[in-house]
C-alpha cells in the first residue's frame, strides 16, 4: 500500500465540513507544504482529487456523462473478453470505473467494488450525477456500488448470486500512457500504491465467478500471478486475459 500522506479536505465551502466527516478526512484552508500530500475537493458539484489546491477546478473525479461523449480505447476487445450476452459483472477493482461504464452501456449489470474510502466516494458521487442525467440514467442504473473488497463480498455471495464475470485491472505501474491516464495513476498510486493482493484476488475470482474471469493487463506484461490464461485478447495498448470456467448459454 501507499507511504504518502493521507489525503486532506480543502474546504472550499460550508458543505466540505459534513463531508470531510463522512470519510474521516481533516479539513484544510490552504495548501500544505508536501508536494505529495493528496486534496479531496468539492467544485462545482462534483467531487475530485489532486495534488495541489489549483487543481480543484479541473480534478481527478468520475463523471460518466463525459464518458458516454468520448469513445472508450479498447472497448470493443472488452466487451468480446467478457463474452456471454448482456452478462452479470463484479468489477473487482472499479477505479474511476471507466471501465464498469464501458460494460453497463452494453448492457451488462456491474457491480463495481472499491474498498478505498475516497476513491469509493468518487464513484459514488459519479454514479448519483449519472443517475439524475437523462443521457447516462439507464444506463447508470444498471450500475451498483459495493464499499469494500471484492475479495470480502464475492465470498459472502449465494452461489445463486455469483456474477456470470469476475473482472480484474490491478493497478501496476505507470508507462506508454497517454498524459491524462499518467495523472490518474500517479493520483492513484499515492493514494492505494499498487494491488499487492491481487494474486489472492485471483483465486477468490475463480472460485466464484459462473462463467469466467477476465484481468486486463498492458500487453506485455506478464501473467497475473504467473497463471496462464487459455486465452487473450490483445490490442495495441491493453491485453484482456480470459480465464473460462463454464460455457455461456447459445
Partial sequence: MSSSPAPVFYKTSAACDAMAARLGLDL??????????????????RLGIGLAPTQRENPVAVDFVHALQHRHPGKELLIKALGGK???VVDATAGLGRDSFVMATNGCTVTMCERMPVVAALLEDGLMRANISIDTMDIAARMSLVKSGAADYLE????????????????????????????????FHSLVGLDEDSAALLDIALQRARHRVVVKRPPKAPYLAERKPQLSVTGKAVRFDIYPLKAFAK
Avoid at 159 to 169: G, Q, R, S, W
Fill in 156 to 187: 459472502q455471495l449465494s452461489a445463486i448470486d455469483c456474477p456470470d464475470v469476475v473482472y480484474l485491472d490491478p493497478m501496476f505501474p505507470v508507462s506508454g500512457k497517454s498524459a491524462l491516464v499518467k495523472k490518474e495513476m500517479r493520483l
Fill in 28 to 45: 484544510v484552508k490552504k495548501w500544505l507544504p508536501n508536494s505529495e500530500q493528496l486534496y479531496v475537493f468539492f467544485e462545482q458539484g
Fill in 86 to 88: 448482456r452478462p452479470t
